[in-house]
């Protein structure tokens, strides 16, 4: 519909600034189409234009330093809750009809595949939202659905750590990938050394959402990455040695759900290609599918003051001191290779729970789980690496520094290769041995 590249980095907060300074007739906004219907097929093309100008008695005309900010919000609100866009600098910002359809769905503007008449303001700034904003103007638009897990589950991520005094510094997001963001550092020795990645820059900072080491004092050459969603305790953080230090870094997150990673290059070199996926492991191809009820395991705990008891077919109780364990015997494992293991299991309640997973006493890692419903049976999913023939699976409670909640009760543990048909109760799976959700 209009001519341009589009692709330019979108932010949006949430947080309701304070207002952007004052109505100046000497700033113009202009939005085309006035009325708008979004298609998915046409995602790649031009949807929406906004154009600015200034006066020619305007001290902001022609000053190249200048920012703009496009300001949303519902139309007949005075803009109550609005949300806010950076366009950066220039005349005009072309929205593709993909980027706009995410930015107004993702951040509450408009309704996922709703209409919306909406009222839309510019400011202009040097510094801060403090500035010159025009008169409003408004304009109609209609969303298409969008599977909202194909959307990152954040816009805006910040590098934090000692050496930014433990100040946010905003990271680049990557065009062509919007899970991705990077940030060119050099990190000097301060005596402490330790990084993370924040998700908000309000004054309270929700500190306890942050990306994070999935251990203390992860080295830099750790690249799992974990969010804990409630975690004031384990505030895990990568950490450098004093030899590390002095050095250019170039550090990428990638927040992909379920495939978060961190990586580190050095001294400005280019870094290697992260791949998109990560490389699939080598699964055996005959059918292989196994169920294991928690009656037919072994549980108990290491010590002689807790106990693990089997009620109402769950086992419960592997909380108690961290010491309680569940021993699941998988026999006859056709070959070598990554499974599927499954656990039906419940949870009281809408908070996380953790477990730890050992597999032929090698330790795995720990498993956090967010149920989707309270006090309901569901089927949570992970991989393990099984020998061929008999293994030994060993669920716990975390344990020490790797504890991040109250374990589950568990119900029946299924083990797959996901090949042919899987027997479980289907409540998040299906009968092709394909499990469709966490």
Not at 53 to 60: H, L, V
Not at 184 to 202: R, Y
Not at 280 to 309: K, L, M, W, Y
Request: negative net charge; proline residues 6%; charged residues 25%.
């Amino acid at each position: 519909m209009f001519c341009g590249m589009a692709g330019l980095l979108l932010c949006a907060c949430t947080e309701e600034p304070e207002a952007g300074g004052v109505t100046d007739g000497l700033l113009t906004v202009r939005i085309l189409p006035v009325e708008l219907h979004l298609k998915e097929e046409y995602k790649a093309c031009d949807a929406l234009a906004v154009q600015w100008s200034w006066s020619e008695e305007s001290p902001y005309r022609d000053n190249p330093q200048v920012s703009y900010t496009l300001e949303l919000a519902e139309a007949g609100t005075d803009f109550y809750a609005s949300y806010f866009a950076p366009l950066g600098t220039g005349s005009q910002k072309i929205f593709t009809v993909k980027e706009l359809n995410d930015l107004l769905i993702v951040n509450g503007v408009v309704e996922n595949g709703g209409t919306a008449r909406l009222e839309a303001r510019l400011i202009a700034t040097l510094d801060s939202y403090h500035g010159v904003r025009s008169e409003s103007v408004t304009f109609t638009v209609s969303t298409y659905y969008i599977d909202e897990s194909e959307i990152p589950p954040y816009d805006r991520i910040w590098f934090v750590g000692s050496f930014t005094e433990w100040k946010l510094v905003e990271m680049t997001r990557d065009p062509d990938n919007p899970f991705r963001f990077h940030i060119d550092i050099q990190l000097e020795d301060d005596g402490t050394n330790e990084f993370k990645f924040a998700v908000d820059q309000s004054a309270d900072g929700k500190w306890w959402d942050n990306y994070k080491a999935p251990y203390a004092d992860a080295p830099i050459t750790e690249t799992r990455v974990v969010q804990v969603h409630n975690d004031i305790v384990n505030d895990f953080k990568w950490k450098l040695t004093p030899e590390q230090c002095g050095k250019y870094y170039h550090i990428v997150l990638d927040i992909t759900p379920d495939e978060e990673r961190m990586y580190c290059t050095v001294n400005g070199e280019t870094p290697p290609d992260v791949p998109d996926e990560p490389d699939e492991p080598e699964v055996p191809q005959d059918p292989f599918s196994v169920r294991i009820e928690a009656r037919d395991c072994e549980f108990g705990c290491t010590d002689d003051e807790s106990s693990v008891i089997l009620e109402d077919d769950f086992i419960k109780g592997i909380n108690f001191w961290r010491n309680g364990y569940i021993d699941i015997v998988v026999e006859d494992v056709p070959a070598e290779g990554e499974y599927l293991f499954m656990v039906g299991c419940m949870c009281w309640d809408m908070a996380d729970y953790s477990f730890r997973v050992m597999v032929n006493d090698d330790w795995q890692e720990v498993q956090r789980v967010t149920p989707p419903l309270a006090n309901a049976t569901f089927e949570y999913m992970c991989t393990v690496p099984l020998a061929a023939g008999d293994n030994l699976i060993t669920i716990s409670g975390g344990t020490g520094e790797f504890h991040d909640g109250f374990a589950p009760h568990f119900k029946y543990f299924i083990v797959s290769n996901g090949v042919g048909n899987f027997p479980g109760d289907g409540a998040q799976g299906n009968d092709q041995g394909i499990y469709s959700g966490k």
